[in-house]
């Protein structure tokens, strides 16, 4: 059986391709053979994230239009065995992107034997973002504490319950899952920031995890190496909690309280 | 702001502001996009059948479905022309 993941969130900027990046690989890390596809086309990044740029021959487009085949298409990922990148396209139109042609292809990795493909979603609500929803079995909603980002997770959530197969076929709906990133605790302990709490009550949907805002993100996608093989920081322990109750094991969550630094931290400046 | 808050860097709690227009503008938003997709078109319909027999205006017809407890009531609101 084959799990379709959709990560999406209407925003752009929110981290919806470093955490497909991240929940992929620690799925793959987990041993399941698991395929990552960018629905970005014209406007690749998740490459660049897997740190695979320069070994893109094929795209996703070529295989939906039968210049290549999915297996010329897939790049294996540096760093786990069973990951494969499949990217978008930089130059054709979105609208390559056409419905029988992304079930073609999604099909075609069932047969594979993939146990998880995880469609990293363009930003909006247009063609592209609605292809990558359109076979989702589960969805993890990325939103940051920040008022038009939880306003358009909203407007995506309504889109999955009414464009979805699943949701059209009348079938069991697209499970959701709620990733709140970016989340700084000091700023939510003060008043700042909507707690994940408080996003969590608006969208009315389960918490899968929240990553806290890091500079890891940043080093991560400067060398394009996944944010979750950053051994040792809170955005790597806080993904693979995330990817672990996704799986359905239970983990407390960590890193969402703010702790008031002590004296000597204060005077020393420690982190 | 006064200069106590400039000298010790008081910032506000907004997030609560926040919370309370999210919470107004996400209930709104799905109020409308809950309604079926084929008002708009049960609206065009009725102004064409409607038309038939008198002059109408297209903005003088108003559909719109209500829910009231377990029921849900379609609601159609047709203005008539005046001198009739």
């Known amino acids: ?271 | 702001m006064s200069w106590l808050s400039l000298i010790f860097g008081e910032k506000k709690a907004t997030a609560s502001v926040a919370k309370e227009r999210l919470q107004l503008i996400i209930a709104h938003e799905r109020a409308c996009a809950s309604g079926p997709d084929f008002l708009p078109e049960l609206q065009k319909d009725l102004v064409a059948v409607i038309s038939k027999y008198f002059p109408v205006n297209p903005d003088d017809i108003k559909v719109g479905l209500e829910k009231q407890g377990n029921y849900e009531v379609l609601e159609v609101n047709i203005v008539l022309p005046e001198g009739r």
Do not use: W
């Open chain 1, 1 to 271: 059986m084959t799990t379709i993941i959709t990560v999406t969130s209407g925003k752009g900027g929110v981290g919806k391709t470093t955490t497909s990046a991240s929940i992929a690989s620690g799925l793959a890390l987990r041993g399941f053979k698991t395929a990552v596809i960018d629905f970005d086309v014209g406007l690749r990044n998740l490459d660049l994230i897997m740190g695979c740029e320069r070994r893109v021959v094929y795209d996703f487009v070529n295989v939906i239009q039968g210049d290549a085949n999915l297996h010329q298409a897939l790049i294996k990922d540096k760093h786990c065995d069973n990951l494969f990148v499949l990217p978008a396209s930089q130059t054709r139109d979105k609208d390559a992107l056409t419905e029988e042609g992304v079930e073609k292809v999604l099909k075609e990795l069932e047969h594979q034997g993939f146990d998880y493909i995880v469609c990293d979603s363009p930003a909006g609500i247009e063609h592209g973002a609605v292809m990558a929803l359109t076979f989702a079995d589960e969805a993890i909603v990325v939103t940051n504490p920040e008022v038009s980002s939880v306003r358009d997770s909203d407007r995506i959530l309504g889109i999955i319950q009414s464009k979805s197969r699943r949701a059209i076929e009348g079938r069991e709906p697209v499970k959701e899952h709620l990733l709140v990133t970016r989340y700084s605790p000091k700023r939510a302990h003060e008043g700042e920031m909507l707690t994940y709490t408080d996003i969590q009550e608006l969208l009315r949907i389960p918490l899968l995890g929240v990553i806290p805002e890091s500079e890891a993100v940043l080093q991560a996608s400067n060398q394009g190496i996944p944010a979750i093989h950053q051994k040792g920081t809170p955005v790597a322990d806080a993904y693979q909690d995330a990817i672990g109750r996704f799986l359905g094991e239970e983990h407390p969550l960590r890193f969402v309280e703010y702790e008031k630094p002590g004296l000597i931290k204060r005077l020393f400046g420690g982190k």
